[in-house]
C-alpha cells in the first residue's frame, strides 16, 4: 500500500457521506498527484456509488475549485506567474472534467444500446411464437384425438381376444382333465390323451404368446385397428385348427373302449355328447 493509499484509507474512516468522500479522494489525490482522480479510480476507494454520481460529485469539485480559483485571480497585485498556474490548473481540470465527461456518456450510451437490442430480440421472439397459427392447434388436437380413438378400438380388440382365450383355456382344461382320466385305462388311449394334451398345451402357449404381444402393442397409440383385426382373425382360424383336431381326436376314439368309458363318467360334457352320437351313428 502507497503513503497516499493510507493517506486516503485514514481520512475516510472519519467520513460517511458519498460525496465527502469524493471530495476527500480528489483532494488527496490532486495534492499527491497535481491531477484529480478519474471515475474508476474514485469509486475503487471509496468501494461504493455509481460511476454518474461519482461523475456528478467530481465535476462539482472541479466546479467549487474552479470558482475558488477565480477568486484569487481577482485579487490585486498577484505575480503574473502566479496567475499563469492558475489559468494553467483551470484548464487542465476544465479538460480533464470534459474527457470523464465524455467518457461516462459514452458508456451510458452503450449500456442503452444493449438494452435496446435486447428488447428488440425479446420483441421477435415473441413475434415468433405468436407466428403459431390457429389452425395448426386445431390439427394438432385432431391427431389426438384421432390417436386416442384408435386406442380405444384396440383396447375393445384386445378385450375382445382376451375373452376368447378364456373360453379356449376353460375347453383347453375340461379336455385335459379327461384326457389325464382315460389315460390311465389303455396305453393307446393314453398316449392320445397325452398327444392331445400337449397340443392343447401348445395351442395355449401360442395363445397367450399372441395376447401378450397385442397387449404390448396396444401402449402404441399409431397401431392402427386393421392390425388388431387381422390379428383377430388369425386366432379365430388357429381356434377352428384346434377344433378340428380335437374332432379329430373324438372321431378316432369313437370306436375304442375308451368312448363308452368317457361317455359313462362323463356324460354332461361336450366331449362326452359328441362321442354319444358318433356311437349311435355307429
Do not use: C
Not at 13 to 19: A, D, I, V, Y
Not at 40 to 56: L, P, V
Not at 151 to 172: C, E, G, M, P, Y
Not at 262 to 276: D, G, I, N, S, Y
Amino acid at each position: 500500500m502507497t503513503p497516499l493509499d493510507t493517506a486516503i484509507a485514514q481520512r475516510l474512516s472519519n467520513l460517511t457521506g458519498r460525496r465527502e468522500r469524493v471530495f476527500a479522494v480528489a483532494a488527496l489525490v490532486h495534492e499527491a498527484t497535481g491531477s484529480l482522480p478519474s471515475v474508476t479510480q474514485t469509486r475503487t476507494y471509496i468501494g461504493s456509488g455509481s460511476n454518474t454520481d461519482i461523475h456528478k460529485d467530481l465535476q462539482v469539485y472541479r466546479d467549487q475549485q474552479a470558482q475558488r480559483h477565480a477568486r484569487l485571480l481577482d485579487l490585486p497585485e498577484l505575480p503574473e506567474s502566479f496567475v499563469q498556474s492558475l489559468e494553467s490548473l483551470a484548464k487542465g481540470l476544465w479538460e480533464q472534467s470534459a474527457t470523464e465527461a465524455k467518457a461516462t456518456f459514452d458508456a451510458e450510451r452503450q449500456a442503452w444500446a444493449e438494452r435496446i437490442q435486447w428488447a428488440e430480440k425479446g420483441r421477435a421472439d415473441a413475434e415468433t411464437l405468436q407466428s403459431i397459427t390457429f389452425t395448426e392447434r386445431q390439427e394438432a388436437v385432431a391427431a389426438r384425438d384421432q390417436a386416442q380413438t384408435q386406442r380405444d378400438a384396440l383396447q375393445i380388440s384386445l378385450t375382445d381376444l382376451t375373452d376368447k382365450f378364456n373360453q379356449v383355456s376353460t375347453t383347453l382344461t375340461s379336455v385335459r382333465e379327461t384326457a389325464e382320466t382315460d389315460r390311465r385305462l389303455l396305453t393307446i388311449e393314453g398316449d392320445a390323451a397325452r398327444y392331445a394334451e400337449n397340443l392343447m398345451q401348445r395351442q395355449v402357449a401360442s395363445l397367450e404368446s399372441r395376447v401378450t404381444d397385442l397387449t404390448q402393442r396396444l401402449d402404441d397409440s399409431h397401431v392402427l385397428e386393421n392390425v388388431a383385426q387381422q390379428r383377430a382373425n388369425h386366432l379365430e382360424t388357429e381356434l377352428a385348427r384346434a377344433d378340428g383336431r380335437i374332432e379329430e381326436l373324438l372321431r378316432q376314439l369313437a370306436g375304442t373302449p375308451l368312448a363308452k368309458e368317457t361317455v359313462k363318467r362323463h356324460p354332461a360334457t361336450a366331449q362326452a355328447q359328441a362321442l354319444k352320437r358318433r356311437l349311435g351313428k355307429r
